[in-house]
T-cell receptor, first 113, second 114 residues
């Protein structure tokens, strides 16, 4: 059984397009996260939701809009894609916002051409 | 903000012991984590320290000194499969909105050789 799943695994698109990445967790966790890992392997948090409510919003361009329809899902929509958006995007979840362990999804490799 | 430093690369021999250091400067410290990440895969949790001292977990141990802003990950009896990136991450408490935020270092790429 997959604990944290993301779709798609790979996404290649052109500049200016709008795309979405989906994340689902079947662990019954309350808290979900989006991270971006750039070409230098630097992993940086973007957003966190707890029970569908936004609790962490780092300095991310407003072209990025997360949406949590329920606590098992956290999707990421990106408008007007730019070359610098190329990265691996990881979704993660934890039992709660204070839990020490986060479970990461397999990642979505986004390439903007 | 947070500042986390760890070596970029390390090489060690199969069967040996290697220590990966991490130094950090932060406010609102609420724990230090080590994650392992193989190429093309997701990070996986290795260890967590919130109090000073050594936490041992099989071949892996992690140490924390909060007063020095210092941690290390110790890997014993190295195996080829231990070749991976090791990420040091500091957790800080978010005062507004609740929750905790993990800030990662840039990772140490460990290469285990025969």
């Amino acid at each position: 059984d997959t604990a944290v799943s993301q779709t798609p695994k790979y996404l290649v698109t052109q500049m200016g397009n709008d795309k979405s990445i989906k994340c689902e967790q079947n662990l019954g966790h309350d808290t979900m996260y989006w991270y971006k890992q750039d070409s230098k392997k630097f992993l940086k948090i973007m957003f966190s939701y707890n029970n569908k409510e936004l609790i962490i919003n780092e300095t991310v361009p407003n072209r990025f809009s997360p949406k949590s329809p329920d606590k098992a899902h956290l999707n990421l929509h990106i408008n007007s894609l730019e070359l610098g958006d190329s990265a691996v995007y990881f979704c993660a979840s934890s039992p709660g916002p204070s839990s020490y362990e986060q479970y990461f999804g397999p990642g979505t490799r986004l390439t903007v051409t | 903000g947070q500042n986390i430093d760890q070596p970029t690369e390390m090489t060690a021999t199969e069967g040996a012991i290697v220590q990966i250091n991490c130094t950090y400067q932060t406010s609102g410290f609420n724990g230090l984590f080590w994650y392992q990440q193989h190429a093309g895969e997701a990070p996986t949790f290795l260890s967590y320290n919130v109090l000073d001292g050594l936490e041992e977990k099989g071949r892996f141990s992690s140490f924390l000194s909060r007063s020095k802003g210092y941690s290390y990950l110790l890997l014993k009896e190295l195996q080829m499969k231990d070749s991976a990136s090791y990420l040091c991450a500091v957790r800080v408490l978010i005062l507004t909105g609740g929750g905790n935020k993990l800030t990662f270092g840039t990772g140490t790429q460990l290469k285990v050789e025969l």
